[in-house]
């Protein structure tokens, strides 16, 4: 089975931190993708890479920074923490190559408080 | 512009009876079509998809799907509820022409009355 885990499930940071989300996929997966979840909205996304150290801006990347140093793990940033960015993040991986089937599978979230 | 369309924000629906989830999309090229299903505080778990072949597929937890390229549909059925499919509902195309990105529709929250 596919497994993907992120690095916490609940975090509670002050306006102005640094925070740092970890995502880690352990089935050798080409794809690696940052959503936000918010009540109303679905599933928006905010970053994603397809190569290490690759990333490509998703649909509303102001204010998020990502890092991929490593196949498995993508990092989420958030370089200086507001409170319209309290929401659940989701990462999600999938593997695209000749006889991939695009399937993306999702880590448990980390809901994210900015006081 | 590639959507993904759920038009039902809220559904409640009795234990035992049938659910029938709405999804309807926007995409030029052939679609690769996915529901997922999320319990409260967790992540999606899929419950199945659609590449090709026979139109009516199978999933996990009791669930199916039915593509219908005329109507641009993928909706999702169970024959009969259980109080444990209450959850968020979220169909997705994938847009296979741009790294496998998703095409989310907005969700739809299932409720279970006994």
């Known amino acids: 089975d596919v497994k993907v885990t992120q690095s916490s499930r609940y975090l509670v940071k002050r306006t102005g931190e640094k925070v740092f989300l970890e995502c880690v996929q352990d089935?050798?997966?080409?794809?690696m993708f940052w959503y936000r979840q918010d009540p109303g909205l679905g599933l928006r996304l905010i970053y994603f890479s397809y190569d290490v150290k690759m990333k490509e801006k998703g649909d509303i990347p102001e204010g998020y920074s990502v890092s991929r140093e490593k196949k498995e793990r993508f990092s989420l940033i958030l370089e200086s923490a507001s409170t319209n960015q309290t929401s659940m993040y989701l990462c999600?991986?999938?593997?695209?190559?000749?006889?991939?089937?695009?399937?993306?599978?999702f880590g448990p979230g980390t809901r994210l408080t900015v006081l | 512009a590639q959507s993904v369309t759920q038009p039902d924000i809220h559904i409640t629906v009795s234990e035992g009876a049938s659910l029938e989830l709405r999804c309807n999309y926007s995409y030029g090229a052939t679609p690769y079509l996915f529901w997922y299903v999320q319990s409260p505080g967790q992540g999606l778990q899929l419950l199945l998809k659609y590449f090709s072949g026979d139109t009516l597929v199978q999933g996990i937890k009791g669930f199916e799907a039915e593509f219908k390229r005329s109507q641009s549909s993928f909706n999702l059925r169970k024959p009969s509820v259980h109080w444990s499919d209450a959850a968020e509902y979220f169909c997705a195309v994938a847009l296979t022409d741009s790294w496998g990105k998703f095409q989310f529709g907005a969700g739809t929250q299932v409720v279970v009355t006994p």
């Open positions: 999600a991986s999938s593997d695209t190559r000749a006889g991939g089937t695009d399937t993306q599978y």
């Open positions: 089935m050798d997966h080409e794809n």
